[in-house]
């Protein structure tokens, strides 16, 4: 039996559901528009769809690290309530989406076939919409390699709201303690507003901008130019220090800045560290 585009577009209406979706569905139960709904039902597509355009405000971000520590990922996804992202089931779901792109990688996690079989990731996502009667947003997905020696270390906040990935480079092995101080730098970024690891790093745009608010505010002094620009430059260097993790104050120890912290911990076991990237997702 053929399927016209005009039944396609009607058991969209219906259901809500993409128009490869209804071909599909159309197919298999030979162009009965009834006996596709109900397909799609099953499926849980249309109950999908159908709350598709709900707010998702809340959620979860989780991280999985490989044995060898060598391969990190971190996945953020949305829900409608609080009392979902708590659920036994969400939080499962959390788990294996962090698993599968620490398989697979991050690139077009939905389309990913699952790792174990049993479909697409998308596939999962929409039964988990159906089961747990809430839309789900997967926000963002990230994996995290290290070539080398070192370690990737990460936190995720005891609300399940925040988490942290850190690459940590050595110049040559190291004991446990470097796992350790992983998760510690893991959990200052966590807790602090970082934009990049040092000043050379952070956006173009957003330094510029920086330097036009802090620039339009020295001259409002009235002082002389030289003056402004002097004032300028010391506003920035603490723009810097502020947003950048090297020069932040280690959470654990306010006394001493990120950047010593890790020229310390060199020291004490014969090493050179440094923290080669970073991720964190948050609500």
Do not use: W
Request: aromatic residues 4%; negative net charge.
């Amino acid at each position: 039996m053929e399927i016209t585009a005009a039944k396609v577009m009607e058991l969209r209406n219906i259901t809500g559901v993409g128009m490869m979706e209804c071909k599909k569905a159309l197919n298999e139960t030979g162009g009965d528009l009834e006996s596709a709904s109900e397909y799609l039902r099953k499926k849980g597509m249309a109950v999908a769809a159908k709350k598709a355009d709900r707010e998702t405000n809340e959620g979860g971000v989780r991280i999985a690290v490989s044995p060898d520590k060598k391969t990190g990922a971190i996945v953020h996804l949305a829900c409608e309530t609080d009392f979902v992202s708590r659920n036994d089931q969400f939080q499962e779901l959390l788990g294996k989406l962090a698993n599968q792109a620490l398989a697979q990688g991050e690139t077009d996690l939905e389309n990913q076939t699952l790792a174990g079989g049993g479909g697409k990731v998308s596939d999962l996502l929409t039964q988990s919409i159906s089961t747990m009667g809430e839309n789900l947003r997967l926000i963002g997905c990230q994996r995290v390699n290290l070539s080398g020696e070192g370690t990737i270390g990460g936190y995720v906040h005891s609300n399940g709201r925040i988490g942290v990935l850190v690459a940590v480079s050595s110049d040559k092995p190291c004991d446990g303690s470097l796992e350790e101080l992983s998760r510690d730098l893991a959990m200052h970024i966590a807790a602090s507003q970082v934009f990049s690891i040092d000043a050379e790093e952070l956006d173009k745009a957003m330094v510029d901008k920086e330097r036009e608010i802090v620039t339009a505010q020295a001259k409002e002094s009235g002082k002389p130019d030289n003056v402004v620009e002097k004032m300028v430059e010391g506003r920035m260097n603490k723009f810097f220090k502020e947003v950048t993790l090297l020069h932040q104050p280690f959470v654990k120890n306010p006394d001493k800045t990120i950047a010593q912290v890790l020229e310390d911990f060199g020291k004490s076991k014969g090493v050179k560290v440094s923290v080669s990237r970073f991720v964190k997702l948050h609500f």
